[in-house]
């Protein structure tokens, strides 16, 4: 805050700061764990709600594999897509979580490390 | 139940487990925050009080740069609570599995579960509208688990950031290791049709800032889902 810019040092802002984005965390993660009444959202939305996880995940994913400076891969010499392919096609092999992993790495590491891609 | 006794608990030991095969994506997601925090300039003591207090990643990097171009307070608070907006829809699914504990536990749990708890979560426990005996003390496992392996990957981030080639692109092993879980999720077709509609909407709105795009790809599943469910019920009437 401006006013406690010329009060505080540096850490002790910084630490408030940081402290501050804790409660941030709790507030946020405990919002419906809060109220000693039970909260029942109508059924219809509850149930609907149930696919945000999924959704949230994928939203994270997409940009991550498909976009690059914040637009569409325009080259196929990105190491994402393949890499990405190589762990699809693990996970329809074997399903799990280490394969895919291991299976996209063997593919992203050479192409980008190696050829910059 | 005693928390001493959680340890040999099987529903515990089970959340942990299942949670450990993250571990290597995870670890790699920690490492890069930790790497991350130190580099923003925040410095080592900061950082790790960062790191073991807010312990939420996405909030954590969006705030580094707030932190470092001297932003006022309650600009990062409400910045990093944006950032934060899918965990109070979390906290409605938590409710229904976590809402029998004292309020004080339920809290104190709460915050300690992030994204992949809750999806391996669903991923352990199908039936999602109705609580079952073993799932909080499953979910403590998960959190106890996460929590571990994102710390201490996070503090040799910060420790040995010097030493952590970023160049390799370790984040995005973070991001493989979430695809095998979003696969493992698609079992039927409205969990396909949330995720398409989640992707493309997280695409389209990129250019919002705080990550914003997240919640709207969020919105537009939950949007869609609910749409689905209405129709299937008109035919189900019909027939």
Redesign the interface.
Known sequence: MTLADGLLPAWAHGAITILGLAAVTALSRGFFLWSKRDLRLPDALQRALQVAPLAAIVAVLAPEIFMTHGALIGTWRDARLPAALAATAFYAWRPGVLGPLLAGLAVYMPLHVGLGW | MHLRDLPRDRHFRHGASDML??G??LAAWGLVTGVAMTQSG??V??SI??SL????G???LA?LPL?AGGA???V??AS??CV?????????????H??HLP?RR??VL????A?LN??VF?KAWPD??AHQTGQARYAAGGAVAVWTVWQVSSLAGILLSSLVPL???LG??G????????????NDR??WV??I???????AA??LPLKL??LV??A????A??VM??AAQVAERSA
Do not use: C, E
Not at chain 2, 85 to 90: C, D, K, N, Q
Not at chain 2, 197 to 203: G, H
Not at chain 2, 220 to 223: G, K, M
């Open positions: 095969a993250f290597p994506g925040l410095g003591g900061l009080l960062m207090t807010v312990y939420a996405s909030a954590q705030s932190l006022p307070m309650w990062i608070w990093a609570f934060n907006l899918r965990f109070v829809i979390f906290s409605s699914q938590w409710r229904v976590l809402g309020r339920r809290l709460g915050y300690l579960l994204d809750l999806v669903q999602r509208d160049s390799w692109g995005f092993a991001t493989l290791s979430m695809l095998g879980i979003a696969y493992s999720l698609l409205a969990a949330a995720a509609v989640s992707a493309a909407a997280a695409v990129f250019a795009n997240i790809a969020i537009a599943a939950v949007a889902s609910l469910a209405r």
